[in-house]
């Protein structure tokens, strides 16, 4: 970091500073502005931007927040941490981490699921009720709405069994390994109809190796998200504390 946002007698930082210490470009630093990813910067006597160390952090914190989490969800969450106190931004940045943590979690899942489809073939299990959930228990396992749950059984994805004359939904062992590929899929951003293309060669000894793919590229993603997210921890770590005691920007 150079002279300017270290010790000594701090000065205004021009466009083209923040943008050399930032690493976008300046038209983007004035793009971001606009966007309310840093705060307006404050006008000179000759109507040029006077920036301050603040506007460096921030953008830096955007760039691996908007890694993390993507650009729409970062810019909001940076507007977020400066009207908030430093508890309240504290978890909402914990928020993130435990966001990625519980999809990764879910893909591990998925693909202990896949895995165990593969081998069922020549390892039959005897699923006992207790394996079993109920459509309320299983949308809470997966963190999606009943709804959700019901809509994918319509489109031909998972396929609870049913049990009492109300037509109460119970998911099986089975029927519950393949909600959570499904789970991971859609959130990989796979649609329906590719979904349900998987969902179909599944048990087909030879239809799990691009589902495995899918799964593993995921986790890999979002590893790589997770090292944005680590990489603008002392940014957002200075932004919050900006906030926190103006005098310290």
């Known amino acids: 970091m150079s002279e300017r946002m270290s010790g000594g007698r701090r000065r205004a930082l021009r466009t083209a500073d923040v943008a050399r210490e930032s690493g976008y470009s300046v038209q983007q630093v004035r793009d971001l502005e606009k966007l309310g990813v840093i705060p307006a910067a404050a006008r000179m006597g000759n109507g040029y931007r006077a920036y301050t160390p603040l506007h460096i952090h921030a953008l830096r914190a955007y760039r691996g927040l908007a890694g993390a989490v993507g650009p729409v969800a970062a810019r909001k969450l940076l507007a977020e941490l400066r009207t ?137 993603h979002i590893a790589l998200r997770t090292v944005e997210l680590l990489r603008a921890g002392a940014d957002l770590a200075a932004v919050v504390a900006a906030e926190e005691d103006p005098a310290a920007s």
């Open 84 to 220: 908030v106190t430093i508890t309240e931004a504290a978890s909402a940045i914990n928020e993130v981490h435990v966001r990625l943590a519980r999809e990764r979690e879910e893909a591990l899942l998925a693909e202990q699921a896949l895995r165990a489809i593969q081998t069922e073939a020549d390892t039959p299990e005897f699923e006992q009720d207790s394996d079993a959930m109920t459509i309320t228990e299983l949308s809470r396992a997966l963190g999606v709405r009943p709804s959700t749950l019901r809509f994918w059984e319509e489109q031909g994805l998972v396929t609870p069994e049913r049990v009492t004359s109300l037509r109460a939904r119970r998911y099986d062992l089975s029927a519950i390994r393949t909600a959570r590929i499904v789970a991971a899929l859609r959130n990989t951003g796979y649609g329906i109809p590719a979904a349900r293309a998987l969902v179909d060669s599944l048990h087909r000894l030879d239809g799990t190796d691009e589902a495995l793919r899918i799964l593993r590229a995921r986790l890999d």
